[in-house]
Every structure is written in C-alpha cells, then in structure tokens.
C-alpha cells in the first residue's frame, strides 16, 4: 500500500489551482442536491417575502407597479443574507474547513469556487424565479428585464461581500445577528443601484451608467472579496 | 541522519492569558515518530494546529526544510498531511465521494486506488453509504484512508486512535512503524499508550522536550 521512498514533493508535483477550484465547487453542489430542502429555504422566503406584500400594505396595481422592484429586491437581498450562515458552517463543524484551509492552492481561489457555488444555489434560482414574480406585481415588461439583468449582476455581489461575513463570524456561537449587522451597511449601495436602475427604465431615462455601476460593484467583489474572506477565515480557524 | 523537515526553535504559545508552553524547541526528523503528551488542557492539539500552520497565535521560529516556513506555504502545504479532531468528512457523501474529494485537490488518484485504500481500512462494502450512516469509528476510519495512499512526508496526526477499535489501533500502530521505517516523519498527539521503537516524546504540561 506504500509509495517508497518517501521524499518531500515539489509543489508542481499536485493538483492545478483549475482542478482543486473545480473539486470544491463540485463537492458543494453535490452536498447541497443531497439536502435539497436547505436549498428551497431561501427560494420559499423570496416567494413568500413577495406574496405577502400585496396582502399586507395594498394589490393596488398603481401601488405594485411602483414599488414592485424594490420588494424584490430587498427580498432578494434578505433571502440571500438567510443563507449566507451556511456558507462555511458546516464545513468548519465537519473539518472539512480546515481541509480545504490546509490545501496547497491558493485560499482566496478555493474560497472563490465556494461563493459561486453558494451563488448559483441561492442567487441563481432567484433571478430565475424573477419574472414570476415580476409579472405577479404588476411590472411592466421592459422593467422585468432589466430587474433581472440587474439581479443577474447583484447577486454574485452580495454572495461576495456575504462571504467576508460568514467567514469573520465563524467562530462565534451565535453569529446571525452580527452577521446581519456586519454586512447589511455593505449591501445598501447594491440595493440602491439595482432599484435605481429599474426605476430609470420605468421613466424612460438611459439606464447604461446604472448598469455601468452595477458591474464596477461585481468586478470590485469578485477581485476583493475572496482575498478578504480567505484572511478572515484564517483568523477564525486560528480562534478556534 | 538527514536535515530535519519541520524545526521548531522557542516555540510559545499562550491562550486565554495562560502560558500554554515556552521555550519549546525539537526536531522533527525523517523516518521518526514523535509524540506530544501531556494531560487534558496542556496544548497538544493547540501545539499540532500551530505546527500545521492553523494557528497563528505562537511566537517563536519554525522551520521547514531548513528555511523560515513563512516563506514556503505551498511547499509546506504540499507536504503534509493533517488530520485532526474533526475527520473532514461530509456527512451527506460517501466514503468513496469523500476521500476523492478530499484527494481532489492534492493530487490526481484513481478510483481503483481510493476504493483499495477505503478496503484497507475495513471499510470494503461501505463505499457508496452516506458517511452518516457510520459510526464514528468508520467515518473516523474514512479520514485515515488516507493515510494508505498518502505521499507527504510529513503527517500530523491528532488523537488518531480516537473510537479506533483494538485491531485497527494495531493496524494503525504498524503503519505508523512502516511509515517511518520508510523515511517518513510523524508527529502524533495521543493519551493511548503508543510505544514505537527511537520514538521521540514531547512532554507538554511539564515544558520540556526530550529523546527516548
């Protein structure tokens, strides 16, 4: 069963960056498929979140067409800040975790391949259900596209900046609030941009710069937030 | 004998304002095993998760190869192999899914070869059951088939024998004989009564080091 002689092994000698990334994001996916009512949950909520709306406050269609975009999107946002606790949790209480910390690739890059799993289970569906939803609240066609377009790029955002989060309060026993109260401040300029733009459209003003914006959001997350995460799980692992 | 893999000169380390050990230095060399004892709270696991490079909260020098390890993560990390408290595997995959993830990102191995070393723990007719369904000592016995197609020469093994019955204790003991006859280096914290032949001790609790 051995592999004599034992030597130490050049770095090159292992697994590419491309291979570990891939076995990382498969090895979510096929957990999360293994537990498929974690990953309804945040579905649920956005659906409920939206069909409660006009039960609550009024299903004038003046009213609906007018804030439609913003309950999606807050609900949205608040679905996605629900599932972000999962993100590392229970990899760091299975010691999986440390695994992948210990692993010779780059972390930030191995943390990259985590948060687009967690977006396309969580994120992704959302942006699907979209139109749905979108019609259900009176919008108009052209509002329901660029909603979604909007959605399409601010998800990914908010699973970035979610991951510095998760990963920072990983340590702690009861993490959610701090957790909200960490990331919420850094999610209000995306919901901000993301209503605006769909708001823009609404009144028939150019909507480029918006999306413009909404973009320089995405790339500034997908190139900080992982080397932030990455550095925050080290000092949560170091806690522990 | 060899440059010694891992070095630690003046190692310290304090945790919740109590000097957990100072002024540790040892050797770890190739074809030894050492093992870190101490009582319940003296700093053996925090001692592995800090040779590991888990823990940050140490001062002191280490080295690797004979250079700061600072300097050398990926060398470092290729090179070792750690398995402590928590076995790292999912719950919700299988043996086979688990050890080929875990493999993933080290280096390739084939399935044929996973499924042996599985097979070579006990765990043969066990591949495809969801991990929960084992007990401790098989899902324990999952993360120590690595240990049969391991290529780092340097392992960190954290209470090992933990929920291990008395057969697998002593396939484990061989293997650890094996490994350093090999040229291998273990480091292994355990309250089981593990004798090897040349194993060097790290007696925590007390501070000091010495060589058997």
């Known amino acids: 069963m051995s592999n004599n002689p034992v030597r130490v092994h050049a770095v090159a000698e292992g697994v590419g960056v491309a291979g570990a990334m891939k076995a990382v994001f498969m090895r979510d996916m096929k957990v999360a498929f293994r537990q498929r009512q974690d990953l309804l949950n945040p579905l649920l909520f956005f659906v409920m979140v939206v069909t409660l709306f006009p039960l609550g406050v009024s299903p004038e269609v003046s009213f609906l067409r007018e804030a439609g975009a913003g309950i999606l999107w807050v609900a949205a946002l608040l679905s996605v800040l629900l599932s972000l606790d999962h993100l590392f949790r229970h990899d760091f209480d299975d010691g999986t975790l440390e695994q992948l910390v210990l692993q010779p690739q780059p972390l930030f890059l191995l943390v990259l391949a985590k948060t687009l799993a967690h977006w396309m289970l969580t994120g992704l569906p959302l942006v699907i259900l979209t139109p749905v939803l979108g019609i259900m609240v009176h919008l108009p066609g052209n509002s329901i596209g660029i909603l979604c377009l909007t959605l399409l790029i601010g998800t990914p955002v908010l699973s970035l900046i979610g991951s510095i989060g998760a990963a920072l309060t990983l340590g702690l026993r009861s993490a959610g609030v701090l957790l909200s109260l960490l990331i919420i401040p850094l999610y209000i300029p995306v919901l901000i941009f993301g209503t605006g733009t769909v708001a823009a459209v609404s009144e028939g003003a150019p909507v480029g710069a918006y999306l413009a914006l909404m973009g320089a959001f995405l790339v500034l997350a997908l190139t900080l937030a992982p080397f932030a995460s990455a550095s925050a799980l080290k000092i949560s692992m170091s806690n522990s | ?212």
């Open chain 2, 1 to 212: 004998m060899s440059e010694p893999l891992l070095q630690a000169v003046n190692l310290q380390c304090e945790r919740d304002e109590r000097i957990l050990f100072r002024d540790l230095s040892f050797s770890v060399l190739p074809g030894t095993v050492t093992r870190v004892e101490g009582p319940n709270g003296s700093g053996k696991t925090t001692l592995l998760r800090i040779l590991a490079g888990l823990n940050d909260a140490w001062s002191g020098d280490l080295y690797w190869c004979g250079e700061p390890r600072a300097g050398q993560r990926e060398s470092f990390l290729r090179n070792m192999l750690y398995l402590g408290h928590r076995p790292g595997i999912k719950p919700l995959l299988t043996p086979m899914e688990n050890l080929r993830a875990l493999m993933a990102g080290r280096r390739p191995v084939s399935d044929e070869v996973l499924s042996r070393a599985l097979e070579g723990t006990g765990l043969a007719g066990y591949q495809k059951v969801p991990c929960r369904n084992l007990s401790a000592g098989q899902q324990r016995r999952v993360a120590l088939a690595r240990l049969l197609i391991a290529d780092e020469p340097l392992w960190l093994l954290d209470e090992v024998f933990t929920a291990i019955d008395a057969d697998g204790v002593r396939a484990i003991e061989a293997l650890l004989q094996q490994r350093a006859e090999e040229g291998g280096a273990v480091v292994v914290t355990t309250h089981h009564d593990l004798k090897l032949p040349g194993m060097q001790r790290i007696v925590l609790g007390g501070g000091q080091s010495d060589e058997q």
